[in-house]
Every structure is written in C-alpha cells, then in structure tokens.
C-alpha cells in the first residue's frame, strides 16, 4: 500500500511540474488579450471552479474552521496579494518574449525557499547550500557588472513565489481550501475591475470568438489542476523527493522558449544560466548527501 502511494506521489508530481511547464502554450494562445485582463479572468474562473470542486467533494468544514481564525485570514491575505503579482509578472513575461527571464526565475526559487528558510524558519545553511547560494549570487552579479543589467522579471517571480511558499507553510492550509480563500479576497478586486470596463474586451463575451471564451473560461482550471496535483504528490513523497521534480517546469519553459519561439539565448543570459544551472548541481548533489545520510 505504501509503494502503491510512494508512486502516485511520483505521478502527481511529474504531472503538476510538467503542467506548470507547459503553461505558457496557453498564455500565448492569449497573446492578444492583456496580462491585467488574463489575470482577472484567472482570479475568476478559479474561484468557480475551486468552489464546485469543494461543492463535489466537500471540504467546507475546513473553510470553516479558516474563517473562524481571524490570523489565518490575515495571512492568506497576504498569500493572494503575493500569488495575484506572480501570475501578473508570469502572464506579462510569456506574452511579452520573456519565457527565459520566467524560465531563469522558477530555476533560482529553490535557492530563495533555502535563504528564506534560513532567514525566517531558522534553518541552518550547509556548507554545499551556501556554495549553491553563492554560484547564484554570482551569476546575478556578473550580469550586473559586465552587462549593466539585473534579470529583474527572474527575480520577481522567484522572491513573490518564494515568499508566497513560505507564508503558505506557515499559515498550514491545505491546497484547495487556501485557494479558494485567496480567490475570494481577490474575486471583489476582479469584479470591481470587471464593472469598471463594461464594454471592453473583459465583458465582451457575447462578440468575442468562442474559441477566446472557452480559453479564457479554461483560465480556471489552467490554475487548479496543477496546484491540485502538486497538493496531492506532497502528501504522499518526502519534499526532498519533490525536489527533484522541481526542475522539470522551468526546463520545459527554457526548451519552449529556445526552440518553439525562437527568444534570443545571447552570452548574457548564457552565463547567468551556467551559473544558476551549476548552483543547482550543487544544490542536487547536497540533496542526494543528505538523504543518503538519512
């Protein structure tokens, strides 16, 4: 029964990352529609859809107990605010030939969840993590120095999601109901916003193309499923086992990026990259030591 669980866990890991990875085939299918208005429909549809599948399956219980804890409210709060900028930054960087910065960012969150964790949790840095660490740090200051230039959007998705896995640790909700919490403080938002353009593209359902409306509809369950997949796969295999796994998205953007559509991969971001890809090496080589040692 436990290895029947150990490979579930697998698979719903391979399915949430790779679902992840290929994500930005469906922005670009949206490439006329801008990245506000994507963002407001992904607020939208997700709340519709997380609020049936609770509907289906139950969990309102749990939504119960949130919403009698005055704190966790105030945390998920903040977790919505945090997860609205990374989609933004995310959307606007596929639609806008930046799926390497995006691909570059999701590459350097293990090393932020390892500094935030040190920095917020306690944890204690190895020798080889701060090794990772460092590589990292100079890759980023090499761009910096030699190129004048910082990876910005790489950065911005890296420390909002960082941030955003923190406080989801710490406020201890499970996947479904903290997003359906997030979705409803920030389904007000999209409504206003909604009202406040009647006549734009957002309520333009009745002259927009079928194949628009169904995408954006879709924008719900682009959302859900892989955050589903990934609650799923981390109740059932060791986070330092999902941490293989971790890769799998941004190395299915870079791949993307590089031979679907064709984004420069010039001597700035190949340095920056080696030296991010070569943190990470160190990063997996001090995963396999420590549970070897376990």
Same mark, same amino acid.
């Given at each position: 029964?436990?290895?029947?669980?150990?490979?579930?866990?697998?698979?719903?890991?391979?399915?949430?990352?790779?679902?992840?990875?290929?994500?930005?085939?469906?922005?670009?299918?949206?490439?006329?529609?801008?990245? %506000?208005?994507? @963002?407001?429909?992904?607020? +939208?549809?997700?709340? =519709?859809?997380?609020?049936? &599948?609770? $509907?289906?399956? !139950? *969990?309102?219980?749990?939504?119960?107990?949130?919403?009698?804890?005055?704190?966790?409210?105030?945390?998920?709060?903040?977790?919505?605010?945090?997860?609205?900028?990374?989609?933004?930054?995310?959307?606007?960087?596929?639609?806008?030939?930046?799926?390497?910065?995006?691909?570059?960012?999701?590459?350097?969150?293990?090393?932020?969840?390892?500094?935030?964790?040190?920095?917020?949790?306690?944890?204690?840095?190895?020798?080889?993590?701060?090794?990772?660490?460092?590589?990292?740090?100079?890759?980023?200051?090499?761009?910096?120095?030699?190129?004048?230039?910082?990876?910005?959007?790489?950065?911005?998705?890296?420390?909002?999601?960082?941030?955003?896995?923190?406080?989801?640790?710490?406020?201890?909700?499970?996947?479904? %109901?903290?997003? @359906?919490?997030?979705?409803? +403080?920030?389904?007000? =938002?999209?409504?206003?916003? &909604?009202? $406040?353009?009647? !006549? *734009?593209?957002?309520?333009?359902?009745?002259?927009?193309?079928?194949?628009?409306?169904?995408?954006?509809?879709?924008?719900?369950?682009?959302?859900?499923?892989?955050?589903?997949?990934?609650?799923?796969?981390?109740?059932?295999?060791?986070?330092?086992?999902?941490?293989?796994?971790?890769?799998?998205?941004?190395?299915?953007?870079?791949?993307?990026?590089?031979?679907?559509?064709?984004?420069?991969?010039?001597?700035?971001?190949?340095?920056?990259?080696?030296?991010?890809?070569?943190?990470?090496?160190?990063?997996?080589?001090?995963?396999?030591?420590?549970?070897?040692?376990?």
């Amino acid at each position: 029964m436990l290895d029947s669980e150990y490979r579930k866990g697998i698979v719903f890991a391979i399915c949430a990352y790779t679902l992840w990875g290929f994500a930005p085939l469906y922005f670009k299918l949206l490439g006329q529609v801008s990245a %506000t208005e994507i @963002l407001i429909h992904r607020v +939208i549809w997700s709340f =519709v859809f997380v609020t049936v &599948l609770m $509907a289906l399956f !139950g *969990g309102f219980s749990r939504l119960r107990q949130v919403l009698k804890k005055p704190k966790q409210l105030l945390m998920l709060t903040f977790t919505s605010i945090l997860i609205a900028a990374n989609w933004l930054l995310f959307i606007w960087a596929i639609n806008n030939d930046h799926m390497l910065d995006a691909s570059l960012g999701y590459f350097i969150n293990p090393l932020v969840n390892v500094m935030l964790g040190m920095a917020f949790l306690g944890e204690r840095l190895r020798k080889l993590q701060w090794f990772a660490v460092s590589l990292a740090a100079t890759g980023v200051l090499v761009q910096l120095i030699s190129f004048g230039s910082i990876p910005l959007v790489s950065l911005g998705l890296a420390c909002s999601f960082g941030l955003y896995g923190l406080l989801r640790k710490k406020v201890n909700v499970d996947a479904k %109901t903290g997003l @359906l919490v997030e979705t409803a +403080i920030l389904f007000p =938002v999209a409504l206003i916003y &909604l009202f $406040a353009n009647v !006549g *734009g593209a957002l309520t333009n359902f009745s002259t927009n193309e079928l194949s628009l409306n169904l995408l954006l509809l879709a924008a719900g369950v682009v959302t859900t499923i892989p955050l589903l997949c990934f609650a799923a796969s981390a109740v059932r295999i060791p986070l330092s086992v999902m941490g293989f796994f971790q890769y799998l998205g941004p190395s299915i953007m870079f791949i993307l990026a590089i031979s679907l559509y064709g984004e420069p991969f010039d001597l700035e971001k190949g340095i920056t990259f080696l030296f991010i890809w070569g943190a990470l090496v160190v990063f997996t080589i001090d995963m396999l030591y420590k549970r070897k040692a376990k």
